[in-house]
């Protein structure tokens, strides 16, 4: 049975995941603030360059004059420096807030610790690692950006039940339709959650993919192409619009997230093709990889990536479909405290 503390640092969790789409590259963080039993104010960091959590949860009380006697709940670690915004950790203090309970440390160098310090060094009662292991688990992209310098990868693609991706067919026939009208939003959503898309050459060329959202209300990703040989034609609908699109000449995969990387993209969703994606899961470089099954068998095709069967993997359905999902076991957030 959780006790009071897990129980304000859940609803801190729960409040931070409003943060997906708007706070990268900055992490997603919830904030409750919590006088004699009751919330009396709550927050989380909606959009990169707005209020941190902490600032939102502090400005929603209603009675300020409650604040000295109250406990704050925070997922993440105050900050303690300047940046887009004034450091939380400051206004913990001036508003006499006594008690700080916190879910995880900041692993981001400019924070490190040093918001705790502060506000310990400052007389303030300070909790680390209530809920621990998920609040990691909420910033996982945000780590794994900053550790291993490349942004998060979801591997992504929809098959059959007997396990084809498509069917073979010439440019210009249309591929097999697996996703469902109500399954392809949750792709959209998926799109929206990322800050880049990426597909290779021949399904930019086969496919002619728009690869933006438009079956759900989000940001739009980057798209990325890998186009070696310089085979896409101008006018495929990757080229059409003012979304901006990156093509890359190479298939050294390393090249390319590390270019990525410098350029802030903080995850990268990949969509296919299967080459493309077994060259990813081959090398190693994924932490997350989601496979929509549906429920009709095409018989012959091309063949869906090849997934070792000893990795865990947590099933769920929505829409008649099933949704499979794979999480590195071996990712960074385990293994950098």
Not at 41 to 60: P, T
Not at 95 to 112: A, S
Request: charged content about 25%.
């Amino acid at each position: 049975m959780e006790n009071e503390d897990e129980k304000y640092m859940r609803r801190c969790i729960q409040l931070a995941r409003n943060g997906l789409c708007g706070a990268p590259p900055n992490p997603m963080v919830g904030a409750v603030v919590v006088h004699e039993g009751r919330i009396i104010g709550e927050g989380y960091h909606a959009r990169c360059g707005q209020a941190h959590a902490e600032v939102n949860a502090i400005r929603s009380v209603r009675r300020p004059e409650l604040l000295p006697e109250a406990t704050l709940y925070v997922s993440l670690e105050p900050c303690a420096h300047y940046g887009k915004t004034p450091p939380c950790a400051d206004l913990i203090l001036e508003k006499g807030i006594r008690r700080i309970v916190i879910g995880c440390q900041d692993p981001f160098p400019k924070v490190d610790g040093r918001g705790i310090g502060k506000l310990r060094q400052a007389g303030r009662e300070v909790v680390v690692g209530v809920l621990e292991e998920e609040c990691r688990k909420l910033i996982q992209r945000f780590i794994t950006f900053h550790t291993c310098r490349r942004p998060f990868i979801t591997l992504k693609w929809a098959q059959s039940a007997d396990g084809y991706i498509d069917c073979r067919r010439k440019e210009g026939e249309s591929p097999a339709r697996l996703s469902s009208a109500c399954t392809q939003m949750l792709v959209h959503k998926q799109r929206a959650e990322h800050a880049a898309i990426l597909v290779g050459t021949d399904t930019a060329r086969l496919d002619n993919p728009r690869l933006n959202v438009r079956a759900w209300a989000g940001p739009q990703p980057v798209r990325v192409v890998i186009d070696c040989h310089h085979r896409l034609p101008a006018g495929l609908h990757l080229f059409e619009d003012n979304l901006p699109t990156l093509t890359y000449e190479t298939r050294d995969l390393s090249v390319l997230l590390a270019d990525l990387y410098h350029r802030g993209l903080q995850s990268l969703l990949v969509e296919g093709g299967a080459r493309l994606l077994q060259s990813f899961l081959d090398a190693g470089l994924w932490d997350e990889i989601v496979v929509e099954e549906a429920p009709v068998c095409l018989k012959d095709g091309v063949e869906a990536p090849v997934i070792p069967s000893h990795w865990p993997c947590q099933s769920e359905r929505h829409f008649g479909h099933e949704f499979k999902r794979w999480q590195r076991e071996d990712s960074m957030i385990k293994t950098m405290f």
